[in-house]
């Protein structure tokens, strides 16, 4: 059961599984309204909440696949809460520490070529040190031959196992990891189990309520995604699929069946739906109860 709150007269959704599921199960799209973390001074890409549309709440309500919460109750406080946060948060860092050991071992199984030619190259440098200084003991011609009798092909350096042992060794020794350097999770939901009622929810309240609801819920059932068409002129636009992967198709216009529409008005919304490259849908409900579609398309003079 995905849970959703109330407040101040939207719903919003603060689990992050439960907008995926939303999304990903029951075409629910709803817009994300929160500010990241990370970067709070923009508005181009958004986090939680997610808000939906009252449309998008009673469908899952009627459906049974999620309850409405209060998200005016102030969350509970007290010194068993503030123990839970704590622990929440030093669980947190132990993870993050285990992820931080395993990611240097990596890099250093990465760079263990790297290493074993450094410390080749640093023997090297010292024996011909070594041997510099004790050329004042040994003839020029006698350095010369045993400077170049070495290899013509030296084999490729590499760290022993006994090497790569004692560095793996030295990185569990390590404890220096700081705190305050690791992240901090933002908490948007009670850390204990805390068990509330759900409460009612009162949509629609008006005849074009209602019409919009019948409208959404019926191309909900045929598969479709809808998001807010305010933006199109209509109350909804309709995707064949996910709207990351797709365009609208339609921009879906709810008419009650006994609202007169002047031409003026038709011919304005099929101009709008040419110039977006989309079909106008005017929604409306039959006296049984059935949703009635009808499409206008620009089509010119000849």
């Known amino acids: 059961m995905i849970d959703l709150y109330l407040c101040h007269g939207h719903v919003y959704v603060w689990n992050a599984t439960d907008a995926c599921d939303l999304r990903e199960h ?19 890409r958004l986090g939680r909440p997610l808000q939906l549309m009252p449309e998008e709440t009673t469908v899952l309500l009627n459906k049974g696949i999620a309850r409405l919460l209060d998200g005016n109750v102030p969350p509970r406080t007290g010194e068993d809460v503030s ?14 520490a285990e992820m931080c050991k ?9 760079m263990a070529s790297v290493i074993a030619k450094g ?15 004790s050329s004042s003991s040994v003839s020029s011609s006698d350095v010369s ?26 990185l569990e020794e390590t404890t220096g990891y700081n705190e305050q350097a690791f992240l901090v999770q933002i908490l948007t939901e009670q850390v204990t189990e805390e068990t509330q009622e759900a409460i009612p929810w009162n949509y629609p309240n008006t005849d074009k309520e209602a019409l919009r609801c019948n409208v959404f819920r019926d191309l909900w059932e045929k598969g479709y995604f809808l998001t807010s068409g305010g933006k199109f002129g209509g109350d909804f636009l309709v995707y064949p699929g996910d709207p990351f992967r797709y365009h609208s198709f ?9 609202e007169k529409m002047e031409a003026l008005d038709i011919v304005r919304l099929g101009r709008l739906g040419s110039n977006v490259k989309k079909t106008v849908l005017l929604c409306s409900e039959s006296e049984t109860g059935e949703i009635n579609y009808t499409s206008l398309q620009w089509t010119g003079m000849n």
């Open 250 to 258: 339609y921009i879906a216009v709810c008419q009650q069946r006994t």
């Open 119 to 133: 410390r080749a190259a640093k023997r090297k440098k010292l024996a011909q040190k070594a041997m510099e200084e």
């Open 145 to 170: 031959s045993s400077t170049w009798d070495q290899p013509a092909d030296e084999e490729e350096p590499s760290l022993s196992v006994e090497e790569m042992r004692e560095l793996e060794a030295k």
């Open 26 to 44: 029951h075409r629910i799209v709803g817009t994300f309204v929160g500010a990241l973390p990370r970067l709070p001074r923009q508005n181009v």
């Open 102 to 110: 395993s990611d240097r071992k990596r890099k250093l199984h990465e």
């Open 83 to 96: 123990q839970a946060i704590t622990e929440h948060r030093q669980q947190s860092f132990r993870e993050q």
